[in-house]
């Protein structure tokens, strides 16, 4: 298998893996109600089993690493003279996705002060967490928004159209995801953010296989 397509399905399984870290930090069928906090989430990891909630933590920096080098697969499609774009979207989305793995992991400390009765203690532990999220969140986007334009300018081996299966297009559905019932709002807006590179690590695989490249 060529190095380039064995990175793609290393972001691939990364997707997954961070995904499956979500589900079993707080997949539930009861309600799902976000209100910008992490206080739902506290409420509904408080009585899950305490095994479920380390491995779904663990997930995160273990999917992280392999985040990092699926990531490190896009490079090997650039080409054209702002193929530049395509290394700094790389390591855009490399940074975020490791700050991902670090907040996730975090998640951790909410069911546990919760089912010490130290609630008190909320708003330090989210913070925390809050405080890497926002130093995923900027260069995520960011990310989205280069990779998205050099595919768009040719300066992939990707036709421009490939650009509808990356997160710059696919993180739209999550507007939709929103509205829809539980338990699938809990998968398909709580998993979103992962769902969006399963998409886009797997139709870059599929069409450059496809392509024979």
Known sequence: MPLMHLLLVLGFVASLLMFAGDMLLYFTTGTYDMDGSLRPYMRIMRDMPAGR?????ALGPVAA???VAGFAALPFTAQGAYAWLVWIAAALLAFALVCGGAYHAQYVY???IARA?????????????????????????LGFVVLGIAIV?????????FVVFTPIVMSFFGLVWMHVPQPARCVLFGGWSN?????????????LMAAGS
């Not at 009765?117 to 986007?141: C, F, H, K, Q, W």
């Not at 300018?153 to 159209?161: I, K, S």
């Open 53 to 57: 909630i380390k491995a779904g933590g």
């Open 153 to 161: 300018l040719g300066q992939t081996a990707f036709p421009a159209w």
């Open 110 to 112: 909410l069911p546990i």
């Open 195 to 207: 769902l969006v590179f399963t998409i886009m690590f797997a139709a870059m695989l599929f069409f």
């Open 65 to 67: 690493a392999l985040y």
């Open 117 to 141: 009765g130290r609630e008190d203690l909320y708003d330090e532990v989210s913070s925390n967490i809050m405080l890497i999220m926002r130093l995923a969140t900027a260069p995520m986007y």
